[in-house]
């Protein structure tokens, strides 16, 4: 069982940056590939980035390739989302996702066994 906790989230003015954090107090979170999804309000979740478990592969959705980056920090068990150039689409409920899965299919959130709580980000225009 791997707990996630996510932080960071918050307002934010348009064309701002946020960064997202989400930690797990496993060690054994360092052996899982990490993820971020997006719910915004009325919409489905859907996927935003993906790295493996040893941060040397990622993936992006469109929407947010060359804005968002996401990076990990296996020695403090901790993945994180930094978001440049928000925009007002970029506001929803952030949640991060860990497990152990293929670079085919880390962008599916059915791949994804452990979950967080997760955080809310708001972009004002």
């Known amino acids: 069982q791997v707990q996630l906790v996510e932080s960071g989230g918050g307002l934010v003015q348009s064309g701002g940056s946020l960064r997202l954090d989400c930690a797990a107090p496993?060690?054994?979170?360092?052996?899982?590939?990490g993820a971020w999804f997006r719910r915004a309000p009325g919409k489905e979740r859907e996927f935003v980035a993906a790295?493996?478990?040893?941060?040397?592969?990622?993936r992006y959705a469109d929407s947010v390739k060359g804005r968002f980056t996401i990076s990990r920090d296996n020695a403090r068990s901790t993945v994180f989302l930094h978001m440049n150039h928000v925009e007002p689409e970029d506001t929803a409920v952030y949640s991060c996702?860990?497990?152990?899965?293929?670079?085919?299919?880390?962008?599916?959130?059915?791949?994804?066994?452990?979950w967080g709580q997760g955080t809310q980000v708001t972009v004002s225009s």
């Open positions: 996702a860990a497990g152990r899965v293929d670079s085919s299919d880390n962008s599916d959130e059915r791949s994804y066994a452990y």
């Open positions: 496993e060690r054994t979170f360092g052996y899982y590939a």
């Open positions: 790295i493996s478990w040893s941060g040397g592969s990622t």
